[in-house]
C-alpha cells in the first residue's frame, strides 16, 4: 500500500517557469515531509523539509506548501533551471522514527532551455 | 558536510552468489542506518532499520535471511544478498542517520545486476 501518493509522475517546464509537485499522505501520525531530489545512479539528495506546525517553507527557489487539514504538502520550485532536471521524490515520517521514511513514487521534472 | 560511503557503486554477479554491500559514515557516528531498494523509475522501498550492536528490523514481505544485514560498528552497516537471483537486480541505497543532530544522510547507491 503506497503511503505517500505523489503527482504527476513527469513534468515538463520551460527555464524560468515554476515546477509543481504535489503529494498526499493518510497516516496522520506522520509529522515529518521532506523533499529529495536524485540524479541517475546516484542516491537521494535532501532539498527541503518541513513539519506540520507550519503552512508554509521557503528556501531560495523552493518552497514546500502544507495543507494538514488535507493532508496535502506540495513543492514549488521558482524560475526552473535545466539543472533542476530530476527526479524528486516526497517523503513522510513520523519524528520519533527519523530514517523510516515512506517515498512517493516520484516525478521526473525536465526543464526546457 | 556529512558524508555517507556506500560500496561497491556497481556490482555484477552470477546467479547463485552472494553480494556484500558497505554503507559507512565517515564523518559522525550513525547508531541506525536504513537499507532501500528502489527499481528503475520505481520509488525507493524501504528493506530494513538496522541499529548499532542489535538485530536489524525488517519491514513486511522482506526476507531476513535472503538480506542478512549487520551493523558491527557505528559507522558501518553492511548488507548481504545472499544466493542472489535475477530478480534481486536493483539499486541498493543505504541512508545514515548522525546520532548527534538526528539528520540524515544517503549514501550513493550500488547498482546490482544478477545474470
Known amino acids: 500500500q503506497q503511503q505517500v501518493k505523489q503527482s504527476p509522475q513527469s513534468l515538463i517546464v520551460q527555464k524560468g517557469g515554476i515546477s509543481i509537485i504535489n503529494c498526499a499522505y493518510e497516516?496522520?501520525?506522520?509529522?515529518?515531509f521532506p523533499w529529495y531530489q536524485q540524479f541517475p545512479g546516484k542516491g537521494p539528495a535532501l532539498l527541503i523539509a518541513i513539519r506540520p506546525d507550519v503552512s508554509e517553507k521557503k528556501e531560495g527557489r523552493f518552497t514546500i506548501s502544507f495543507n494538514k487539514s488535507a493532508k496535502q504538502f506540495s513543492l514549488h520550485i521558482m524560475d526552473s533551471q535545466p539543472g533542476d532536471s530530476a527526479t524528486y521524490f516526497c517523503?513522510?515520517?513520523?519524528?520519533?522514527?527519523?530514517?523510516?521514511?515512506?517515498f512517493g513514487r516520484g516525478t521526473q521534472l525536465t526543464v526546457w532551455p | 558536510g556529512a558524508v555517507v560511503s556506500q560500496h561497491p557503486s556497481r556490482v555484477i554477479c552470477k546467479s547463485g552468489t552472494s553480494v556484500k554491500i558497505e554503507c559507512r559514515s565517515l564523518?559522525?557516528?550513525?547508531?541506525?542506518m536504513f537499507w532501500y531498494r528502489q527499481f528503475p523509475k520505481q520509488s525507493l522501498m524501504l528493506m530494513a532499520t538496522s541499529n548499532e550492536g542489535s538485530k536489524a528490523t525488517y519491514e513486511q514481505g522482506v526476507e531476513k535471511d535472503k538480506f542478512l544485514i549487520n551493523h558491527a560498528s557505528l559507522t558501518l552497516s553492511t548488507l548481504t544478498v545472499t544466493s542472489a537471483h535475477p530478480e534481486d537486480s536493483s539499486f541498493y541505497i543505504c541512508?545514515?542517520?548522525?546520532?548527534?543532530?538526528?539528520?540524515?544522510?544517503f549514501g550513493s547507491g550500488t547498482q546490482l545486476s544478477v545474470l
Open positions: 541512508s545514515a542517520r548522525d546520532r548527534n543532530n538526528e539528520k540524515l544522510f
Open positions: 517523503a513522510a515520517s513520523r519524528g520519533s522514527t527519523l530514517g523510516r521514511l515512506y
Open positions: 497516516n496522520t501520525a506522520f509529522d515529518y
Open positions: 564523518d559522525f557516528q550513525a547508531t541506525t
